[in-house]
């Protein structure tokens, strides 16, 4: 029997200042390849103090980022020789390289 997974309906949704904006991370493995940000962290305003028009358009947006992913031709991990201790879970920006990285 599966568990039911629960999605969060304000997932990516940050209020500042009564208007709603659309905050999501980008998945390491395409940072190198996603030259929308260089932090890592993708921020667009919703332009709207409304929580159902947000989520609406919150959702727009995900389904473009995940199209985005999906279509990116490369696919880039982590070499199986990085330490857990350079890892940490995740690259820092500073260890992106060509060395770093396998892409295919």
Known sequence: MRHSQKVDPDRFLVQQSGIYYYWRRVPAR????DGRTAS?????????????????????LEAADQDYWVATPLRCTWPMSASRSTWRGRPRLASFSETTWTCW
Do not use: H, M, N
Request: no cysteine.
């Open 30 to 33: 395409f940072l190198p390849l």
């Open 40 to 60: 890592g962290l993708i921020r667009a305003s919703l332009k709207t103090d409304d929580l159902a028009e947000a989520r609406a358009k919150r959702d727009a």
